[in-house]
């Protein structure tokens, strides 16, 4: 016989691209779920489910996760962006997204949301970094069309601008 | 002067996707859909005895239980050809909607339709099948033998197909004394195309139809296999393609659209979504074919080839899909690139166990040019000479021609190329610096170039339709069947639209998604066709168009057309230059007109019965560890003759996404399957190893732009190209470095260990 079983639910009350939010969600739900289905934040793409890809990365509290096995109530209190969030009141694009733009980093586009989140926790450490240790900061990501380079023009490039200095050749 | 083609403009989808809005099939399925979930085989070969759906359909949530015992009895092809009127050159039709005889592990026995995934996921693993099992074969060779089971009933050996090319005469060629033999196996592995987003579809039906919404790179084709696969008329089946997270040649095969579609039609045409696990993505899509190629050179002394024999055994797995076109078109590269006089070859597609195989990125010259470009190093060692001068001196010559193809090198490209690669790598102080090197680690440069032919004619039909649409304001919508997937095809196609009608690039917009009601048929992005065959339908579409404008300009200003223009959206009048109106105000006056209204379009079909050659080489430089049997990619350089460059900069980007899969096939790549039982055993992205941004060196493109003749544009393939020699170089950097000749791919370190203690550079 099928097992028996009651489907529970709990409330999770976060902050979603700066807004106050709450949902009740099946506690089974992972945080990738509930911002597709319930948010409709589209940006948050499922590429394996298990936490291999880097497709449905997302910041919790300024870190980057992947949200596909991050349960949906971990996120109790939380402060979440996804990709949506980056856009100015007004539609204005952040340098980051720009960025992938003019360096050609964007291909079929199914990793870039998870890779520009990714960014953004890079880029607001402050810090300079070389190539190498950028390389290892993005390498959660996987990405069959762009064999990584222009991502890393693209990363590399907003960085130098935000810290006021000359990209070195 | 072109104005647009030519430019690095930004991609049309930039900024959709670059902020998340682009909408891939999940995000356009509405939450209400059913789930689908399938149950695939356990076994590798044998037959479904009985499946016990009694559990399952207990279960709350599960709506429905479908069985191998239920489908409709039609055998259908899946492969992403364009339909042929010849019987004999047909797709091979031989998978079933859900399969009683199962032919690997993995393969489709039942699905559950439920409410949520958890009631599908449970329902799936609730069903008990029994099977009766017959022994497997995993291996082509292996899988001629006599005694093994047959796989399909009407392929004895398990041979699908077997092709040849002779020329001259190979066995008295051999004869003449003094000649230089150089034999050897070369084996590549089994790879998936790894796109992000996995392959998907969700179906309803509307109106008498259904509707199929699928992550595809072949909507029109796909619209027809779902026709075929359910015994329905094909103008019942409508296709939408969406923007796709990837492609790469797997999702130009009929995946599970017609499975998914059928399922709608049994649930009362319910809203029904069909999402691949990445795990299935792996095993129950496509694979890319593992082929074993055996080559025997016979050479003179000074290196002038006098005879060759090449043998391909081409894992098929277990249905046709793409069948024997793979390997076909890795065997037919042999003749052309080193031309020889006298030539035996044969080709074989063989069904195995495992996973089917259909097209990949490169489409059997990846696999061809690793055995073929290794090969030639092997042939350079035995001979003694220069990499590159072998190269220079026996690679197909500047003005060779195809007798079967008719396609011309017109120009001095491998040199040109070649000549770029070293440069950029400093090659020749490199190759000298690292011959004859000692101790633990030590670097070594190679290279490798490829063949690859543009789109399909003359093998299958090459077509491309094109509609435009003007609006009120000048602009205009234009939409061809050929497939965004990545790759960029909307913004060239954008770029050569503004050119060819005469407008500013803002005005054109591209309509991205193809629906089949509306679309004008095409077959899709495979074959590199994208910017070659969309070239022609849309130069004369916009030729058509042009012309429709300029006489209705004559009729609002009374010039004659052959003093009118259009040039930047204004129309001209040529003999002094005025701007007479602009483009926008002519179809203002031509839709709202109260003497003569219409609405402007245009929409036409080019055939296309050329074919271009696209070529370019690979350098690459490794350090090998040779304790440690590691191999680092340390630089890497591609050049590309794909002729005029319509977007550099996404050009440049397609052969850095192109390098890096040669990359992985080089070096880390291989699904894997257990001997006992076929069970695949690194089916999911930690244990099948795909590059990361950590296993590649900066990755350099550069091109040499030979204009090809046959395209409007001066166009010819790239998208797969860059996929195609980095592989054999990085194995004969590797060679150079160490001495030692790799002949499997991919070379990790296992393989290095035991290839290292075989020349006895490392000990126990």
Not at chain 2, 542 to 570: C, F, Y
Request: proline share 4%.
């Amino acid at each position: 016989m099928a097992e028996k079983f009651v489907k529970q639910y709990k409330t999770v009350h976060f902050n979603l691209n700066g807004n106050d939010v709450e949902r009740s969600v099946d506690v089974r739900a992972s945080l990738t779920d509930m911002l597709r289905n319930d948010f409709r934040m589209t940006s948050v793409k499922k590429g394996c489910e298990v936490g291999e890809c880097g497709a449905c990365n997302v910041l919790i509290d300024g870190e980057a996760f992947n949200s596909c096995i991050y349960l949906a109530v971990w996120a109790e209190g939380k402060h979440i962006r996804t990709l949506e969030g980056l856009l100015g009141p007004d539609g204005e694009m952040s340098d980051i997204q720009q960025a992938f733009i003019d360096e050609a980093a964007i291909q079929c586009g199914f990793c870039t949301p998870g890779f520009i989140l990714t960014a953004v926790e890079i880029l607001e450490t402050g810090k300079e970094y070389t190539d190498a240790e950028l390389r290892k900061l993005l390498s959660g990501h996987l990405c069959r069309c762009t064999g990584y380079e222009n991502i890393l023009r693209a990363v590399k490039k907003t960085m130098y601008k935000r810290l006021g200095k000359a990209m070195p050749e | 002067m072109p104005k647009n083609v030519g430019k690095s403009v930004a991609r049309v989808d930039a900024f959709e996707k670059a902020t998340g809005r682009a909408k891939y099939m999940d995000d356009l399925c509405d939450r209400s859909a059913l789930i689908v979930k399938i149950l695939h085989s356990t076994i590798a070969h044998g037959y479904v005895k009985s499946v016990d759906t009694a559990e399952a359909e207990t279960i709350p949530g599960v709506v429905k239980v479908l069985t191998c015992f239920d489908v409709p009895d039609i055998k259908f092809p899946t492969a992403g050809h364009p339909w042929s009127m010849d019987p004999h050159h047909q797709d091979v039709a031989d998978r079933m909607l859900l399969n009683r005889h199962v032919r690997y592990y993995g393969d489709e026995v039942a699905v559950v339709i439920a409410e949520d995934e958890v009631a599908a996921a449970q329902g799936v693993r609730a069903l008990k099948v029994e099977y009766e099992e017959l022994p497997f074969v995993l291996d082509p060779q292996k899988s001629m033998e006599e005694g093994v089971p047959q796989i399909h009933e009407d392929c004895p050996h398990n041979v699908l197909a077997h092709t040849d090319i002779r020329r001259g005469d190979y066995q008295k060629a051999i004869q003449e004394p003094g000649l230089i033999r150089v034999e050897g196996w070369y084996d590549t592995p089994t790879v998936q195309h790894c796109h992000i987003e996995n392959h998907g579809c969700f179906a309803y039906e509307e109106a008498g139809r259904v509707v199929v919404v699928s992550s595809t790179q072949i909507p029109h084709i796909v619209r027809r296999v779902v026709g075929q696969a359910l015994g329905i008329s094909w103008g019942k089946v409508r296709l939408l393609k969406p923007y796709i997270g990837g492609g790469f040649g797997n999702k130009q095969d009929a995946l599970y659209e017609p499975l998914c579609a059928w399922c709608s039609t049994q649930v009362g045409g319910r809203l029904v979504k069909l999402e691949c696990s990445r795990e299935e993505t792996f095993v129950s899509n496509r694979v890319r074919h593992a082929i074993r190629t055996h080559i025997i050179s016979w050479l003179r002394p000074d290196g002038t080839f006098v005879a060759r024999k090449f043998e391909a055994f081409s894992n098929q797995g277990a249905y046709a899909s793409h069948g024997h076109g793979v390997v076909a078109k890795g065997m037919g590269a042999f003749p052309q690139l080193y031309p020889c006089d006298n030539l035996e070859c044969d080709a074989y597609s063989v069904f195995t166990n495992t996973p089917a195989s259909g097209a990949m990125r490169g489409y059997g010259i990846p696999q061809a040019m690793f055995a073929g470009e290794s090969h030639i190093d092997d042939v350079c060692r035995a001979l003694n000479m220069d990499p590159v001068a072998f190269r220079r001196k026996n690679l197909m010559p500047m003005g060779y021609v195809d007798g079967f193809s008719k396609n011309e090198l017109y120009a001095d490209t491998f040199n040109q190329c070649m000549n770029k690669g070293m440069e950029t790598i400093d090659f020749v102080r490199k190759y000298k610096e690292y011959q004859n090197q000692t101790g633990p680690v030590r670097r070594g440069v190679g290279v490798a170039v490829f063949w690859y032919n543009t789109a399909v004619w003359p093998i299958a039909l090459e077509s491309s339709s094109c509609r435009m649409v003007l609006n009120q304001d000048g602009s205009l919508q234009f939409q061809t069947g050929e497939t965004e997937i990545g790759q960029g095809c909307d913004t060239a196609y954008s770029q050569m639209v503004a050119d060819a009608v005469g407008i500013p690039f803002e005005d054109v917009h591209v309509i991205s998604t193809q629906d089949t009601d509306i679309t004008p048929y095409g077959t899709g992005a495979y074959a590199s066709r994208q910017t070659y065959i969309g070239g022609f339908s849309i130069m004369q579409t916009a030729k058509a168009l042009r012309e429709r404008i300029l006489n209705i300009a004559h009729e609002q200003t009374r010039m004659p057309v052959s003093n009118l223009d259009l040039v930047d959206g204004q129309i001209i009048r040529i003999s002094d230059g005025r701007v007479l109106k602009s483009l926008g105000d002519l179809a203002m006056e031509s839709l709202y007109s109260m003497e003569h209204s219409q609405h402007i379009t245009a929409e036409t079909t080019a055939q296309i019965k050329t074919n271009a050659y696209s070529f370019g080489c690979s350098f690459a430089e490794v350090e090998v560890d040779i304790p440690m049997c590691k191999v680092k990619l340390v630089n890497m350089v591609n050049v590309h003759d794909c002729g005029t460059l319509i977007n550099p900069a996404l050009a440049e980007a397609q052969v850095h996404g192109g390098m890096s899969m040669a990359i992985g096939f080089g070096l880390s790549e291989q699904l894997l399957f257990d001997e006992k039982t076929g069970k695949p055993l690194n089916n999911n992205l930690l244990d099948y190893k795909l590059s990361t941004f950590l296993d590649h060196p900066d990755l350099q493109a550069e091109f040499v732009e030979n204009a090809e003749p046959t395209s409007p544009y001066g166009t010819k393939a790239l998208g797969e190209p860059p996929a195609c020699s980095g592989a054999p170089a990085i194995r004969n950097a590797i060679a150079q470095a160490t001495g030692v000749y790799v002949r499997r791919i991919p070379i990790t370190p296992h393989v290095l260990y035991a290839e290292f203690r075989k020349a006895g550079l490392i000990e126990d």
